[in-house]
């Protein structure tokens, strides 16, 4: 059985989703926008049926129409990324990079592959920008040697990680 139906949390915001499960009712949806303003705002939401049935070809015809009257991708009343086409469910893509913002509270930033790291003017793209900072952190890392194995590093990785544990100090 294929069922439709209309999420809406006690702050306002919509969620049109599917499932196929018995226990429907249960379901909290799988949206990721969802999902984090759910662990945000708590599980207070009404489940409304809208269309139920067993023709699947049907129940595709219907979940797009709603999703198009409902405008759910567009419209800031839903929680919605993409088109409920009554077969798919969330997955990936670029599809919900214009919903919400850059620094929106529910979904985060951008993705990486769109950030600043690899924007062309990005500082650190510079290969002498890159020089001078190694440059200018040259010395500043003390070198230390271990008295046990004779073992150099730098002094805070040598004193978390090795001199208690030399395997020579105990042999010595």
């Known amino acids: 059985m294929y069922r439709l139906f209309l999420k809406t949390h006690n702050k306002g915001l919509k969620y049109l989703c599917k499932s196929e499960q018995e226990e429907w009712k249960k379901y909290l949806g799988s949206g990721v926008y969802w999902k984090r303003y759910l662990k945000i705002y708590g599980k207070g939401i009404e ?3 809208l269309f139920e049935t067993n023709d699947l070809e049907e129940f595709k015809k219907v979940c797009l129409a709603e999703s198009k009257e ?3 991708v567009e419209s800031e009343d839903y929680a919605n990324l993409i088109m409920e086409n009554g077969v798919d ?3 990936g893509g670029d599809y919900w990079l214009g919903k919400g913002g850059e620094d929106h509270p529910l979904f985060g930033r ?4 769109l950030s600043e790291r690899n ?3 990005n500082p650190m793209n510079n290969l002498e920008t890159r020089a001078k900072l190694s440059e200018k952190n040259k010395g500043k890392h003390e070198i230390v040697t271990c008295p046990h194995c004779g073992k150099s590093g730098g002094s805070r990785a040598m004193k978390r990680h090795h001199f208690d544990n030399c395997k020579e100090k105990n042999n010595g």
């Open 119 to 121: 924007v062309e003017n």
């Open 47 to 49: 489940t409304k049926l």
């Open 110 to 113: 951008k993705r990486s592959d």
């Open 70 to 72: 409902r405008n759910i």
């Open 89 to 91: 469910g969330g997955g």
